[in-house]
C-alpha cells in the first residue's frame, strides 16, 4: 500500500519533535518565558526518540517500517 510521503503521521510527528526539541535546545523557549527544567529535559529525550522513529519509519509504506 502507497501512500504520500507528506501524508505520514509518524513524519509529522518527527518533524514537531525535532522544532520543539531545537526551540529547547537554542533556548528559545526560556527567552520567552517557557522554561520547564527537569521535566523540559525528560520530555525533550523522548521528543528525540520520537524523531529517531520518524528518521527510521519509511513513510511511503503504510504497511511496513
Do not use: Y
Amino acid at each position: 500500500m502507497q501512500q504520500s510521503r507528506w501524508r505520514s503521521a509518524v513524519l509529522w510527528a518527527a518533524i514537531i519533535a525535532q522544532v520543539i526539541s531545537l526551540g529547547q535546545l537554542t533556548g528559545v523557549w526560556a527567552k520567552i518565558g517557557i522554561d520547564a527544567g527537569l521535566l523540559g529535559d525528560v520530555l525533550a529525550a523522548i521528543l528525540q526518540l520520537l524523531v529517531i522513529v520518524g528518521v527510521v519509519n519509511n513513510p511511503t509504506s503504510a504497511d511496513t517500517w
